[in-house]
């Protein structure tokens, strides 16, 4: 499926990159553009035409949800190494879409009472309501990721939770919420000039945490553990799509594009008046 | 003052709209363009500047309290009449910066167990955390505005509130938040000239609430407590606005200066190194 009026794809971008049984995480090239065949300057008018229509989706579904007694949402999990652009694709893709009708979560290293729970708890208190398009900078995949790589729960804790996610992921769809799960790739040298730049620039140094270069010395144990949540947790009811994005303008265009499938798919209409119309206009008129 | 570069002003535009002693709402032409004298076209540049401004102080600020122990914060409270712009605002003004400094509240008719609270309740949870953009669209000023107006409390208890949210807001300017109180002033014939304009066009039905007609019928009450509202809730620390809002343009244009002068206020600087520089640098290139 194509987005309406989407032309600039050479191919069904969204099935090429769709996480399917064999998937190889090592057989991806970071540096590749699936499905787009123009420059970055051509990427740039092409992600301002998807933010209109973006736009008028989104406000489309969030006027439905105000009238209608929709269920539909969407909700975009954003998981990467450092520096892989998460927050860009929130500035530039989410952010062109009116800030009313977006739910935006950045989880953080969980708090004490997070971790009295069970690792779903804080995470289902943010998924999105109905209209709304949620967004999780980081989520429940943290608890197999980091959780994995620095064994921060016993192996049988690990291995119970992609189960988990899988349930809690139908529950969510069965709700009515289409989940796109992303994984921004980038390459591990593409890192460190990213990180590199962090270092060189004043006005970048907050952005630089000395943590990321110890996560960065476990880089292959990351790719394994992204590897097994593919194999694990990419269902059909809500799929992983691993976004190649050592090109930043390719990696906001291909999620936009995902956002858009999942609204078209949606296809949230204007609702209809609740009200008599004339009735009104002579109230209207009258006060 | 006058924020840095903001060279369209012919006036200082804060001092023009803030409500002091003996201000008079009547008196206020919804129509008119206080200290601009430019037309629609100059202030669509003059917004687009001023959104690029706005965008680095936001995320200095941002920045500065991730590293730092800053406090500082800001509270955009947005309180008007029925389709006077607020949507707006928060669109095409706080919409320009970052979405992930940005923490937007629709206060809605309070729930049962808000209600079981004091009004306050609801509020202070919503208080913007350091380093964010909060912005109220409408707030704790409803419990004395339809509060009054439709007498859903007893009068000496509206009377009370008024003392209780300056202590509040006083509570809050304490603590690092800069608190923006604007009021979004639309004439009576521009309400009823946008409200008829969503009974013409089916994508905004779900916009238009027939209560919005009883709401307007009791026109005058509002405006009278909005006097009131002025009258005792304007103070030093958490002064009101009242922004002409009959040309959308030039009220998001005054709000967005309103902003960029309380972010110029808190003046964030970004944060120095909370590392070794050269030795991170050292690390990251052996790595």
Known sequence: MIARSQKHWSDDVAE?????QGFVLADVDPQSTPGYEHNKAHAKDDLAAGAEQLDEYQERLFAQSR????????LLVLQAMDSAGKGGIVRHVVGSVDPQGVALTAFKKPTEEELAHDFLWRIEQRAPEPGFIGVFDRSHYEDVLIGRVRE????????????AINDFEKRLTDSGVRVVKVMLNISREEQKSRLAERLERPDKYWKYNPGDVDERQLWDDYMAAYQTVFERTSTEHAPWY???????W??????????????EDIDPRWPAATFDVAAEKARLAAS
């Not at 090429?16 to 399917?20: A, E, G, H, N, T």
């Not at 009238?67 to 969407?74: E, G, H, M, P």
């Not at 390719?250 to 499938?261: G, N």
Request: glycine share 2%; proline share 4%.
């Open 250 to 263: 390719y990696a906001r265009l291909a999620v936009q594009h995902l956002l858009l499938e999942a609204l």
């Open 67 to 74: 009238v209608d007694a929709t269920d539909a949402s969407v």
């Open 16 to 20: 090429l990159l769709r996480v399917r």
């Open 242 to 248: 691993v976004v190649p994005a050592n090109r930043k």
């Open 152 to 163: 921060l729960a016993a192996p049988d804790e690990i291995e119970r939770r992609y189960g």
